[in-house]
């Protein structure tokens, strides 16, 4: 299995560009997760996925937007790009059933809003 | 007010020297608690999950534990390899189904220096 894949690994924008973020899971989990991580801020949570066309606003989800049409996909679509929006983004995957919390991260994609 | 908040923000360790990681919480209801641990440029990968207080995990030189309000990632003779940021996170008790929500602070980013 090769877990949560995401793709880019890097990407430069310039303000007001739009990107898709890719993030692909083959472990058949249902639910999905998009964070955001600052500097010394930890993971913030910006959208969220239960499963199949069901998604759902996280902490800080200004500026980003998403679509869950298949169980193993969870693209994160940037619209206009921002400086603000400069960070890492991690995806992560899990499933239901009271063990929500161990999250199954992949390796981060680091974008640069210029 | 931070529901999930980490100390210290950095800690240096020569190895050998043991030491203890603080994660204190204020969620009303508690589903879980989970470690993780981050590398430089990487994801964060699943360490540890507690319930309830008074329960003990242990991995290797790592052991964790839970209270009502905190919980420690106690790390014994620690070696340069365990150098890297720990995350804390929560998952608050959203009712029979549970929250699908993680909760993370901010981390600790330690360093055992040889």
């Given at each position: 299995?090769?877990?949560?894949?995401?793709?880019?690994?890097?990407?430069?924008?310039?303000?007001?560009?739009?990107?898709?973020?890719?993030?692909t899971?083959?472990?058949?989990h249902?639910?999905?997760?998009?964070?955001?991580?600052?500097?010394?801020?930890?993971?913030?949570?910006i959208y969220?996925?239960?499963?199949?066309?069901?998604?759902?606003?996280?902490?800080?989800?200004?500026?980003?937007?998403?679509?869950?049409?298949?169980?193993?996909?969870?693209?994160?679509?940037?619209?206009?790009?921002a400086?603000?929006?400069?960070?890492?983004?991690?995806?992560?995957?899990?499933?239901?059933?009271?063990?929500?919390?161990?999250?199954?991260?992949?390796?981060?994609?680091?974008?640069t809003?210029? | 007010?931070?529901?999930?908040?980490?100390?210290?923000?950095?800690?240096?360790l020569?190895?050998?020297?043991?030491?203890?990681?603080?994660?204190?919480?204020?969620?009303?209801?508690?589903?879980?608690?989970?470690?993780?641990?981050?590398?430089?440029?990487?994801?964060?990968?699943?360490?540890?999950?507690?319930?309830?207080?008074?329960?003990e995990?242990?991995?290797?030189?790592?052991?964790?534990?839970?209270?009502?309000?905190?919980?420690?990632?106690?790390?014994?003779?620690?070696?340069?390899?365990?150098?890297?940021?720990?995350?804390?996170?929560?998952?608050?008790?959203?009712?029979?189904?549970?929250?699908?929500?993680?909760?993370?602070?901010?981390?600790?980013?330690?360093?055992?220096?040889?």
């Open positions: 299995n090769a877990g949560v894949t995401q793709t880019p690994k890097f990407r430069i924008l310039k303000i007001g560009q739009s990107m898709t973020l890719q993030c899971q083959d472990m058949n249902n639910y999905m997760y998009w964070y955001r991580q600052d500097p010394g801020m930890g993971l913030k949570l969220y996925s239960v499963g199949a066309g069901i998604t759902d606003k996280g902490e800080v989800p200004n500026g980003y937007n998403v679509s869950r049409s298949t169980t193993e996909d969870f693209p994160l679509r940037l619209e206009l790009a400086p603000s929006q400069t960070s890492v983004y991690f995806c992560a995957s899990t499933n239901p059933g009271g063990r929500a919390g161990l999250q199954f991260f992949g390796p981060g994609t680091r974008l809003v210029l | 007010e931070d529901q999930v908040t980490q100390s210290p923000e950095a800690l240096r020569q190895e050998g020297e043991s030491s203890s990681l603080n994660c204190s919480y204020t969620v009303s209801g508690l589903r879980g608690l989970f470690w993780y641990r981050q590398d430089p440029g990487k994801g964060p990968e699943f360490l540890f999950t507690l319930y309830s207080a008074g329960e995990k242990e991995k290797e030189r790592l052991k964790a534990t839970l209270t009502k309000k905190e919980s420690f990632l106690h790390i014994t003779a620690p070696k340069p390899e365990d150098s890297a940021t720990y995350l804390c996170a929560v998952q608050e008790d959203g009712g029979e189904g549970g929250s699908e929500k993680l909760v993370f602070g901010k981390g600790t980013k330690l360093t055992v220096n040889p």
